[in-house]
Every structure is written in structure tokens, then in C-alpha cells.
């Protein structure tokens, strides 16, 4: 009967001992979720927000602006910390392009419509007031102050905060992405596996690009006007695509180089491109992380090195000189150190 009790009694604190746990670990789980950004040396973690689509930063150059399905998010700069956004913009959700203009004046574009914050309030754009198409995935300022939208059907042009002309003459009109080259050529990117390609509009001369053209994939997701004159556009469905080096010939743009996983990017599908005030190209991929080019040689970095996710969906880099990348779960800062100096990239980076 002893024997009985014991055993009894040994049970009872197993059980209680594992709902302590349990409860330890609700406790723990919540305290995770409002804890200060993880700093991982040189890399800080910043969740919430985790979708982040977009990432932009202020003319004071101290807020960063991140949006993502689950809406518009400020982060200090500093701190790397959250902080409150203006009542108008909290019911925004699944947010693909932020263009700031000034700090009176932000375009924030998303899966239900355009919205304009202007003097800390907020005005909004739908099919029923003149945009084309209530899908918007790319915003752009042109150098005459003009501000484009690209939707699923053509681009909107936008002058004083008005809807002012459409443009639909791209070989796709799902525009996904666009960018103004040195030239004032204004390029598209569709991303359609069927169709898609690049179109690119020159004072009212087109020229367009799609597989019978050279490149490796007509879905085309971002694009990059670099410093020493060429263009670069990422393209790519999970494991095929890449990214295309255009250069210029007399008035016209030419494919000079196709770059690969075989030739080092992180892989095939190229999600995100940018590049940094040293004059690197970053190139973010879908499923595999990211790679900066420097002076021909790419160096890889991947979850295992600290990234907080592999899928690289935008990039910025602030004052510091420190770059932020948006990623499917939550923001990656990767420090000025690690952008700048070699020898710690070979510390924490994988060749490739």
C-alpha cells in the first residue's frame, strides 16, 4: 500500500512539474514577443513585423518605414525599435511598395488599392476614383517628380496627388516592378511566366525583351540602375531564373552577361537587387539568401550565418552605412562593418 502512495505521489509532481514547464514556456513565449531586436553581432533581428514587402527610410533619415501583409510599420533607426504610426495608416494591410517623397508626403501601394499620406492624413486610390486596377506592386518618383504605380493592368501617372495618365503599352501590363534608367528610359518588368519580359519606354521609343530576346526568364521581379551605367533586372520562378547585366549601344540597351547559381548567386530565382554606397551589388534570391558581388567574386550569406530568413524581398541602407533586409520573417540589419570590411566577411559569410 505504501509502495502504491509513492508511486502515486511520484506521478502527481511529474504532473505538476510539467504544467509548470508549460506554463513557463506561455510566459517565456510571450515575453520573446515584446523583448528589445536580437542583436547577433554583426546582424540584428527585428520581429515583428515578419512579411516584410517593403522597406524605405525618412528624409530625416531616423524612421525606417516597413510594410507587409500585415501593414506599415516605423522602426527607430537607433534603436531598432517600434514605434507607433499615425491612427490613418493601421487598417492598411498588405503593403508592396513604400515611396517617400518627403516627410509630409509618403505613397504606399498594396494588394487594395494606392494610399497617399500627406500632412498626417491619409487619402486613398481604388478603380473607383481612377486607378486601373486596384493591385498595386510598384511605386516610382521619376526625375520630373512624377509618380508612377504600377498595377496588374498598366501603370498610373500621378501629378500633384492627382491621377494624371495611364500607360498600357508594355509587352505585359502586369507591371511588378520599374525603374528609371540615367537616360530617362523608364523600364518594366511583368512578372508573368507567360508573356512576361521587360519593356522599356524612351521618350516614346520601345524596345522590349523577352525569352526569343535572351532572357532566362520572362518573370521578371526587380530591377537596379547601377552606378557604372548598366542596368540589371532579376527574373525567375522557383528554381529558374537570374539575373540579366544590360549595358548601352548608341541609343539602344543590349544583354552584355547572364549571371546563375553556377556563375555564384545564392540561386536561381532572383528576388531583390540594390546597390550599396561602396558601390556593391546585392542580389537577394527567393529560397537561398543573398550574395554581394564584389570586384567579380560573390559572397554568400544563408539562415546559417544569421540571416532571419533566406528569402530576400527588399533592401535599404541607412546613414550608418548598415543594411537592412526585408525577408518573409522579419528584417535582417546587417552592420556597416560586415558591408565594409572584408576580413570580417570571411568570417561569417560562405564563399561562393
Known amino acids: 500500500m505504501r509502495s502504491n502512495k509513492s508511486i502515486l505521489f511520484v506521478i502527481f509532481f511529474v504532473i505538476l512539474l510539467c504544467g509548470f514547464v508549460s506554463i513557463f514556456g506561455l510566459i517565456s513565449d510571450d515575453f520573446q514577443q515584446s523583448s528589445p531586436p536580437v ?33 506599415v510599420f516605423h522602426i ?55 486607378l486601373s486596377d486596384n ?37 505585359n501590363p502586369i507591371v511588378f516592378t520599374m525603374k528609371e534608367d540615367d537616360w530617362g528610359g523608364i523600364w518594366y518588368g511583368s512578372y508573368a511566366s507567360q508573356g512576361g519580359g521587360v519593356s522599356i519606354n524612351t521618350g ?17 521581379t526587380s530591377m537596379l540602375m547601377a552606378d557604372d551605367g ?38 536561381e530565382k532572383v528576388r531583390s537587387l540594390f546597390q550599396d554606397s561602396s558601390g556593391v551589388i546585392w542580389i537577394g534570391s527567393e529560397f537561398d539568401g543573398i550574395v554581394r558581388y564584389v570586384n567579380g567574386t560573390f559572397y554568400r550569406y544563408t539562415e546559417q550565418d544569421g540571416l532571419s530568413d533566406n528569402e530576400i524581398i527588399d533592401i535599404i541602407q541607412d ?25 570580417i566577411i570571411s568570417e561569417y559569410t560562405n564563399i561562393g
Open 39 to 71: 542583436f547577433q553581432s554583426p546582424y540584428t533581428i527585428i520581429r515583428p513585423p515578419t512579411d516584410v514587402q517593403a522597406l524605405a527610410i525618412d528624409e530625416s533619415g531616423d524612421l525606417i518605414w516597413a510594410g507587409g501583409k500585415d501593414g
Open 76 to 130: 527607430n533607426r537607433k534603436t531598432k525599435e517600434l514605434v507607433p504610426i499615425p491612427s490613418c495608416l493601421q487598417n492598411i494591410t498588405y503593403v508592396r511598395d513604400i515611396l517617400i517623397e518627403n516627410d509630409k508626403s509618403v505613397w504606399i501601394s498594396s494588394n487594395n488599392g494606392l494610399y497617399h499620406y500627406l500632412n498626417n492624413n491619409c487619402f486613398s486610390f481604388t478603380t473607383t476614383n481612377g
Open 135 to 171: 493591385m498595386v506592386f510598384c511605386l516610382m518618383a521619376d526625375r520630373s517628380g512624377k509618380i508612377h504605380a504600377g498595377t496588374m493592368k498598366g501603370t498610373v501617372v500621378i501629378e500633384n496627388g492627382q491621377i494624371t495618365g495611364y500607360e498600357k503599352d508594355m509587352q
Open 204 to 220: 516614346g521609343n520601345w524596345q522590349f525583351f523577352g525569352l526569343k530576346d535572351g532572357l532566362p526568364h520572362q518573370a521578371i
Open 230 to 267: 548598366s542596368f540589371w533586372v532579376g527574373m525567375g520562378v522557383y528554381d529558374r531564373g537570374g539575373a540579366v547585366r544590360f549595358i548601352r549601344d548608341g541609343t539602344s540597351w543590349v544583354i552584355e552577361r547572364i549571371y546563375s547559381k553556377k556563375d555564384g548567386l545564392a540561386g
Open 319 to 343: 546613414l550608418d552605412g548598415d543594411v537592412w533586409l526585408g525577408t518573409m520573417n522579419g528584417i535582417t540589419v546587417i552592420s556597416s562593418k560586415l558591408v565594409s570590411d572584408d576580413p
